[in-house]
């Protein structure tokens, strides 16, 4: 028996047959939330590691789970750009609209980082361009005040 510290142990070092084998023992854990409140999922994808995001989906990890501020995992793969896990996210149901605690969506967080692809991407799936954050501005608004003028059309 493997308590919840050495499963979040055995994901930060990307032991994709470790967490497999510790989640067939507990798999209450798959979508346990960490101290800081990072679901096993958004910490595999944070980090990185896609063999072990394949073992959590495997498992049945929720796609939309969020941590402590409202992030859902691919909010936080859209910022780094990292298209192929935005991939297996989306394909596994996740939902490309929600807001985080601060209104930003996984589109706002591309746009504001300058990551094209992932913005061509998020559009192309059917993420909404008109979504507004606490301070009301959309992705456009955070391409244009950044002068990120690729972004701006693609959320135009």
Request: with cysteine; hydrophobic share 40%; proline share 3%.
């Amino acid at each position: 028996m493997c308590n919840s510290s050495q499963f979040f142990d055995a994901l930060k070092q990307g032991n994709s047959e470790l967490v497999d084998d510790i989640l067939q023992q507990n798999p209450e854990y798959i979508n346990l939330k960490d101290q800081r409140g990072s679901t096993p999922l958004i910490l595999a994808t944070y980090f990185n590691f896609p063999d072990v995001l394949d073992v959590l989906l495997k498992h049945g990890a929720n796609v939309n789970n969020t941590d402590a501020a409202g992030n859902t995992a691919l909010m936080g793969v859209a910022f780094k750009g990292n298209i192929d896990v935005a991939k297996k996210l989306i394909y596994n149901g996740a939902d490309l609209n929600p807001k985080n605690s601060i209104g930003f969506t996984a589109l706002i967080f591309a746009a504001s980082f300058n990551q094209v692809e992932m913005t061509k991407f998020l559009v192309d799936n059917g993420a909404k361009k008109n979504l507004v954050d606490a301070k009301g501005m959309t992705a456009k608004d955070y391409a244009l005040s950044k002068g990120f003028k690729e972004i701006v059309n693609l959320v135009s």
